[in-house]
């Protein structure tokens, strides 16, 4: 497919028949309810973050009209990691204390995730844009003393990676993105497989409080993030409600304003001009549905990739293996 091809796709009558078709699955729905802006951070945080990450350092860093739970630990060359949904810092536990052997890792929980602020989402979902959340990011490695660095994400955190090396492409010395192809793609070739295997994509964008409810009433989609302490740790964040509230606001915005900047980059010619690696789990849907690195390829001037063992979480799945992938292209890049 040819970059004219690809920003065709994505037009705004694509965009229409994509939310159209949403709202036939899933209904109508009511209004928002106002939700804290800062969020409480349990006592027992600092314990499961000294144990998980030992030698790491916890602390809250205020930027952008936000509390982002930052862990630091580590020496040499900075990396970024970025968790995905409905996960936080915490997938990345063992991946990050290996880094650390030769890194300065910097661990953080996304707005709206975690221990962090969970704001509401403004007009046109704009406090969820990946604009907005990628900002975050970039003030705190400010603050942190970092202009550049590495950067990985996974999924919700690859998309925000995304955003902020195009947004920012002089502070990303290299980018990592964990099992996700970019959200205008998916939102333009909308398929039944996709919808099977990505359902709540499409219920998560429904106007508040219709998916907070379902999600509030069944537990659907928040319950598999983890395991042991790690997945207790979730589940206590998301009895919050604002947390669950957050998520789906993250995935409004991807629908919403984050298209349409994803538009006007595509018309520009806009590209990932750093070295850029795409990873992908051999046993999750998004692999078995897209080509990939592919997809990637077209908006990147120096894309590689392969398949990981593992599912879409397979930095939790196979933490030896994926440490050792991002070690080799952290080194090479």
């Not at 509390?67 to 991946?95: C, D, F, N, R, Y």
Request: a negative charge; one cysteine or more.
């Amino acid at each position: 497919m040819t970059d004219d091809a690809t920003s065709t796709a994505i037009s705004s009558t694509a965009r229409r028949t994509f939310l159209q078709q949403s709202a036939l699955l899933l209904g109508t729905s009511l209004l928002v309810q106002p939700h804290r802006s800062f969020a409480q951070v349990p006592t027992n945080a600092a314990e499961l973050d000294a144990r998980l990450f030992p030698g790491f350092q916890t602390q809250t860093l205020e930027t952008n009209g936000v509390k982002i739970h930052t862990l630091v630990g580590g020496e040499g060359p900075p990396v970024l990691l970025l968790h995905g949904a409905p996960q936080s810092h915490l997938s990345w536990a063992q991946v990050a204390v290996n880094l650390a052997q030769d890194y300065t890792v910097v661990a953080t929980d996304l707005r709206g995730y975690g221990w962090s602020s969970k704001p509401e989402g403004g007009e046109n979902h704009i406090n969820y844009s990946k604009r907005t959340m990628a900002q975050d990011q970039v003030n705190v490695m400010s603050m942190l003393g970092f202009e550049s660095f590495a950067l990985i994400g996974h999924d919700r955190g690859g998309r925000v990676a995304r955003r902020l090396t195009l947004d920012h492409p002089q502070r990303v010395k290299n980018l990592t993105v964990l099992d996700i192809v970019p959200a205008h793609y998916l939102y333009s070739h909308v398929t039944r497989a996709f919808v099977e295997a990505y359902f709540h994509w499409f219920l998560f964008l429904r106007p508040a409080p219709f998916p907070e409810d379902i999600i509030a009433s069944t537990g659907m989609f928040i319950g598999g993030g983890g395991r042991g302490e790690v997945g207790e740790a979730y589940a206590e964040i998301y009895k919050d409600p604002t947390a669950i509230h957050s998520m789906c606001e993250d995935y409004r915005a991807s629908a919403a304003m984050d298209i349409g900047i994803d538009e006007a980059d595509l018309a520009a010619g806009k590209k990932i001009e750093c070295p850029l690696n795409v990873l992908w789990g051999d046993n999750a849907p998004m692999g078995r549905q897209y080509d990939v690195l592919g997809i990637w390829q077209l908006e990147s001037l120096r894309a590689q990739g392969k398949a990981m063992p593992g599912g879409h979480t397979f930095q939790v799945d196979s933490p030896e293996a994926t440490w050792a992938e991002l070690r080799r292209f952290l080194a090479s890049a």
